[in-house]
């Protein structure tokens, strides 16, 4: 069939946000991210795809790096990747594959040998260091044509090769353009391009958008632009305009940075307009984070501590608008909250994926609350090729959301009717660090808790999604819900119906009723458990609390006014 009659990878918007359509069907991305270099080997991956396949993974992220296609200037190879599709398409995976070209994590480390040693042709960075004294950074400076115009050719030329090779297959059905761009080491270039570009006037429609959409900026850029806002006409130089100093910095690369992605981008999107993103290293500092590994583990809190100009939050509009070729901007989330970054990037109601993360148990609860809460096209643990399936968290995960996941991207689409959540467990002091959900839904106030056991309390995660009335869907285990009428003239709220269900039809997202629960799993009726495979009965002789089955369940409450009793 000719590729003109088939339906290419692509983002369909929905209220509030978007969805990735496959074969013209809405596609939830259970995804996985392998080591940095896995994908350049086609024979080492024959080793990993059944192990994939068995952790009902459907999408790999992979790298594709520049050395590797173009290794000598204008000879393209691409016999190893097609042998990398091919090997996917056969095990039914889809492929996200990373573009490693100028950058990635900061740096220049996957550029041809052509690139790398030729400084005069591809000036490098200059870190500023204590005394005056300028290092030469490990990285192409983005001050000078001929590294974007190389990169934007040798990247079109992989997309042309994918619309070519893949194009009837859509095997590959997203690509990430670059990795974790910015500046490592200082807040900006200290080059003599660079010195040169900061010293003029800020560019006029850098300057416009910013006076123009002020009300629509990130509130973490606008704690940046004080000094912009209080200007009646701000023109000058970036320190005129902005200020001085490290975030003024941030701001001149990230709009640089950004205008060089996106030469790159639009260069590949011209040849196949498959959706096109970049990922993030995150600001780990001032972050109300999930842990308290040290910085050297992430960055700091600085421009250049991580790296400088990258879409964090502090310039994600200025990536937004000045790189329109990129469909969205994606963080990578390892250290920050999990729920805020979530919410954060979905800024501007861009798709929400998150291309890197933890890929323990800990991170893979975390996982409901992106599918659930902020309509998540997908998720992706980092590393998982060096994970056996019996002992990768996230197995048990994605089986569950393999089977829901029509549901899940039904509820997507109706905004507000689902909730993600996740429940960790108990501090060493049996404190519990997880507060319970309360949302209000259909004339009723539901509550989402960890589930009563007799003995310790375990972990939870899952979503729940409102039916309509007082019908709600139940997908996870380790948590309880209950509810209470918001009529003030009810006089009874209970549980009128609650059912384990089963998947009858994954395709379609069907649904059959396996068990009626309403006996000892609503606790004689005060709220519908939902246990762990393995509850604790904390010695009670009475085994009242079943372990956890389908992890599928229907609940609809109902209520009595005043009037009736």
């Known amino acids: 069939m000719p590729l003109e009659n088939v339906e290419i990878p692509h983002l369909r918007s929905i209220d509030r946000g978007k969805q990735l359509i496959v074969h013209g069907r809405p596609f939830l991305l259970l995804a996985a991210e392998l080591q940095n270099s896995s994908l350049t080997s086609a024979e080492f991956m024959d080793t990993v795809w059944q ?105 079109a030329q992989l997309m042309r090769h994918l619309k070519e090779f893949d194009g009837d297959h859509s095997t590959v059905v997203m690509v990430q353009v670059e990795n974790e761009t910015g500046l490592l080491g200082d807040s900006r270039d200290g080059s003599a391009a660079a010195d040169e570009r900061f010293s003029q006037p800020v560019p006029d429609d850098l300057l416009t958008f910013l006076a123009r959409d002020w009300d629509n900026l990130h509130p973490d850029l606008k704690r940046n632009l004080v000094q912009f806002k209080a200007q009646a006409s701000p023109q000058g130089s970036w320190v005129e305009v902005f200020g001085k100093g ?11 940075y950004a205008l060089y992605l996106n030469q790159v981008a639009a260069a590949g999107k011209q040849e196949y307009p498959i959706p096109l993103y970049t990922n993030v290293w995150q600001n780990y500092v001032g972050d109300d984070g999930d842990n308290d590994f040290p910085i050297v583990a992430g960055g700091g809190g600085m421009p250049g501590d991580y790296p400088s100009g990258g879409g964090t939050t502090t310039v994600l509009d200025i990536w937004q608008h000045f790189a329109p070729s990129l469909d969205f901007i994606s963080p990578d989330v390892y250290l920050n909250d999990y729920a805020t970054s979530c919410s954060k990037y979905r800024h501007r109601d861009q798709p929400l994926f998150i291309p890197e993360q933890r890929r323990d148990e800990y991170g893979a609860r975390r996982i409901w609350t992106a599918y659930g809460s902020y309509q998540a096209i997908g998720v992706s643990p980092f590393g998982i090729d060096t994970l056996e399936p019996e002992s990768n968290p996230f197995t048990r995960h994605y089986a569950l959301l393999e089977l829901v996941s029509q549901i899940v991207l039904e509820a997507q689409r109706r905004p507000g009717s689902s909730v993600g959540f996740f429940f960790d467990e108990l501090a060493a002091d049996g404190s519990d660090p997880s507060k ?69 039809n994954k395709e379609t997202g069907e649904l059959k009723t396996l068990r009626v629960l309403n006996g000892d799993e609503t606790r004689s009726g005060v709220f519908s458990m939902m246990p762990n495979e393995d509850p604790d009965y904390g010695g009670f002789p009475i085994c009242v609390t079943i372990p956890a089955w389908t992890m599928i369940a229907e609940l609809e409450f109902y209520s009595l006014d005043e009037s009736e009793v």
């Open 51 to 155: 192990k994939l396949v068995d952790t009902h993974v459907n999408t790999v992220l992979g790298c594709v790096t520049w050395e590797m296609i173009e290794p000598v200037e204008s000879q393209f190879e691409f016999k190893e990747l097609d042998k990398v599709i091919l090997g996917a398409r056969k095990h039914g995976l889809r492929l996200v594959l990373l573009w490693f070209g100028s950058f990635k994590n900061g740096i220049s480390t996957y550029a041809p040998a052509w690139v790398k040693t030729n400084p005069k042709r591809f000036p490098r960075a200059k870190l500023r260091k204590a005394g005056g004294v300028l290092q030469t950074a490990d990285v192409v400076s983005i001050f000078h044509e001929a590294a974007p115009k190389s990169d934007a050719r040798a990247f």
């Open 246 to 256: 490290p975030h003024t910095d941030e701001l001149f690369m990230a709009y640089h």
């Open 436 to 504: 319970p959900i309360v949302r209000q839904y259909g004339g009723y106030e539901i509550t989402i808790e960890r589930c009563f056991v007799f003995g310790k309390p375990g972990p939870g995660c899952g979503m729940v999604i409102h039916l309509g009335g007082g019908k709600f869907l139940l997908i996870g285990w380790g948590f309880q819900v209950r509810a209470t009428a918001l009529s003030p003239t009810a006089a009874f709220t209970g549980i009128l119906r609650f059912e384990e269900k089963v998947v009858a």
